[in-house]
């Protein structure tokens, strides 16, 4: 009798355990202020939250100058601290976290910090915590992102025409490594197709030479980041563009739409351990 009793005190605590646990979402993006590449962040977000149903998402942005600029327009986004917080208050116990990042690189870095940072800090608010990969990880991955991209080039691109895809890149970390696979890989499927970035070793002035050498005439355009923000609008394709000097060899047709907006994108990556 005695040890029946027990049985079912111990079922009743672990049904209680389970009723009061609560799941939550934290999406984490570098960030933009930029109005006309935010729809990008946006619609994740109400993928998330569509999923989700009635469990808890929110988003946060790591950049401390984008997030304040938006807070002196009225258009406030948290910071990753803030969110774990806010979600810890609303009664959150097991929380996953979700990166928004192309590839492990210094951001996703920042991003581990700032969530090992809040646990020290407070000790015992969430039962569990998992942080979802980055976009590029695994082979697997990178197939489907190269699949879905390159399904998603100008219908209007002829034969011949080349293509160059604009990553932010990093010269510190792994992530200028996973970068370099990811261009090898948009090259073996594509031979007109290059991948080039802001930072790291895989820079413009290593594909310029390439890309004379193909006898392209024609040159897209495209970035290859979550948002089509301040690189996407400057540097690739703005008034004052710096990434492709225009040598008279090619005509330039610049293309703002960013991976983030092509629909199974954001769903090919590992997403949450």
């Not at 991955?141 to 890149?169: E, I, N, Q």
């Amino acid at each position: 009798m005695k040890k029946c009793f027990v049985l079912v005190l111990l079922c009743c605590l672990l049904v209680a355990g389970t009723a009061f646990a609560k799941t939550g979402t934290l999406l984490v993006a570098f960030g933009t202020s930029m109005d006309s590449a935010r729809p990008a962040i946006d619609d994740i977000e109400k993928a998330y939250k569509k999923a989700a149903g009635n469990e808890p998402v929110l988003l946060a942005f790591t950049s401390d100058i984008i997030r304040n600029k938006l807070a002196k327009e009225g258009k406030p986004v948290l910071s990753v601290n803030a969110a774990m917080n806010e979600l810890a208050a609303q009664g959150v116990t097991d929380l996953k976290i979700q990166s928004l990042h192309i590839a492990p690189a210094e951001e996703y870095n920042q991003l581990e910090r700032m969530v090992v940072k809040n646990i020290t800090k407070n000790p015992g608010v969430f039962k569990t915590v998992k942080v979802g990969y980055p976009l590029l990880v695994s082979e697997k991955d990178l197939d489907a992102v190269v699949k879905v991209v390159l399904a998603s080039l100008p219908k209007d691109r002829k034969p011949g025409d080349a293509v160059v895809l604009m990553g932010h890149g990093n010269d510190r970390g792994p992530g200028d490594l996973t970068l370099a696979a990811t261009a090898a890989a948009f090259h073996k499927a594509d031979p007109h197709v290059w991948l080039a970035t802001v930072e790291g070793s895989n820079s413009f002035d290593n594909v310029l030479p390439k890309l004379k050498a193909s006898g392209a005439k024609r040159v897209w355009l495209q970035p290859f980041m979550i948002v089509a923000g301040d690189h996407a609008n400057n540097d690739l394709a703005g008034p004052d563009a710096t990434a492709l000097p225009d040598t008279g060899l090619w005509a330039f047709r610049p293309c703002r739409r960013s991976p983030g907006r092509e629909r199974g994108v954001p769903s090919c990556g590992s997403g949450i351990r």
